[in-house]
């Protein structure tokens, strides 16, 4: 039997040995090449046509399974996006716009893939400044809105400001005050109209009130005023948390004072870089004792000046201090009282002794004092007696008088402008005068103020009669 097979496998191998050996190569290449169905997966990965779509486009995204040979084998891929939806065979559908990852997994192997999306075309208008700041520069700016709601800035815009056309693209507007402005943008067929608040600008300092009025151990809530560099107010909460200090008494970090000692004290509150400083006056309390007190406390008063009443009242706590009742409570002997920022001001007007009294919640003080003139505003010549004549001696002086029509001698000096030098005779401080001849006679004085440092000039002219026989 095996004689028989011999020469048949001999023709059968010589016939494999004449077949080409590339035809061997190519049948072992396909065999390569083949998804081999029973080979484990180790990685995974995503094959994107593009990097950068649009939010109106759709693409579609591919994913292939290779094993520890870098063989591509089958599986099932699960798609899955950030944002967006994908379809089970891996085609975008993008809502909005950004950078959004694509994940693709199998098991536990995963793959990520970031794609950006920009907005569409734009299917509306929309206008993107929410707020202004009063004389601060502010930009308008608009959106292009695509159909899936995203935006996309757009500087071809025309702007009108309530009703009237401003400008194009995204020009700088600066408003001259707070409050409500309409707005309106339009680009090709598409329009769209909002109201804006223009407010304060950015906190710049505190400021306190000018009259704070507390009674010693009474509490007071202090609320400054937060304005920006151009004086407008904003709500205080802006600037941030505070942090308060006063003088005397106690506060905390609301603002909540407590008065103890009556007096002016300095209040300062801060939140961060802005800050801001005020008085507080305490008064005191129920009255046990006053007395009247003039501002400034001086030897002598002047007439036409302003001095401040009040009362130094000792309170039912044991405070002392400073307190200004009504204007009404207070009487005075010449000159006037008045108002001005919740304090009471006496003017005197008359040259002599003059009283004030006052009454402090029943108790009763009366004060005398000394008013002397006030500064020169002008002179004049006083000739006495006033009617001349010849041979008949008169005397002349030179007096100055102030704003209250108080007037008072001066040693000026006098000379003759009509008339005979001669009969002017100088005394030191006054001067006589005897005329010789009939008719007109006129005369300068000059006298310097040294305390205002004005040179003062004045003329007289008188008519010169006939003296006795």
Known sequence: MF????????IVLMLLSTMPVDLDSDHLSENNSTIMPSSSPVRIQITSPTYIMSADEVVTFSAKLYDSVNSEVAGNIIWSSTN???????????WNSGVITIQARHTNLTDEFNITVNPGIGQSLEISIATGQVLQNNILTANLIDARGNPNPTDQAAWSIDGEYFGQGNPVWIPLDIGSYQLTARLYQMEATSTV???AGSPYEFIFANDILVRSGSPLQLEPNLVDVNGYSMDTTLAGSQLWFVENGSINNTGYYYASNPGVWNVTVSAGPVSGTGTIRVVPADATASSL????????????????????????????GLITPPITNFTVSSGTLSQENGRVYWTPMTMGVQTISMDDSGFISTTSVTVEHGLAIDTRIKMTPQNLAVGQQSTVVVQAYDLAGNSWNVNGSIEVLIGNQSTLVSQQDYYT????????????GSWFDEVSGILFESQSIEQVGFGEL
């Not at 967006?84 to 993008?94: H, K, S």
């Open 3 to 10: 004689r028989k097979l011999l020469p048949i496998s001999i």
């Open 84 to 94: 967006g939806t994908i379809t089970d065979e891996g085609t975008f559908y993008p």
């Open 197 to 199: 608040e223009v407010v």
């Open 293 to 320: 007190a003039i501002i400034p406390n001086d030897d002598v008063y002047y007439a036409g000046e302003m001095y401040e009443l009040a009362s130094f009242r000792t309170d039912n706590l044991g405070f002392s």
């Open 433 to 444: 005068l005897t005329p010789d001849s009939v008719g007109a006679f006129a005369v300068r």
